[in-house]
């Protein structure tokens, strides 16, 4: 089964990830990181197909994916 891992330290809250996921996989963190953004975070991991649309797509490499 896919992993999915964000690094919430270096997320800037664009919501690309969240935005274009066809799986629903990521949702926005209640806590704020050190830059001052609420992060994506992982919610549903286990729907990740790989397509790899996140990884691809997020401008601050913030998103790893391992099939
Ligand atoms: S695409 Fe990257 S920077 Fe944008 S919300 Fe998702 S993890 Fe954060
Ligand atoms: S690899 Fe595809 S299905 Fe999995 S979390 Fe990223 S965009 Fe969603």
């Known amino acids: 089964m896919p992993q999915v891992v964000v690094n919430g330290q270096n997320c800037k809250a664009c919501y690309y990830c969240k935005e ?10 209640q806590e704020i990181n050190g ?4 992060p994506a975070v992982v919610s549903n991991g286990d729907a ?4 790899m649309i996140c990884y691809f797509i997020c401008p601050d490499f913030a998103i790893g994916v391992e099939k």
């Open 20 to 29: 274009l996921c066809p799986e629903n996989v990521f949702a926005i963190s």
């Open 35 to 38: 830059g001052g953004y609420f």
């Open 48 to 51: 990740c197909n790989s397509c």
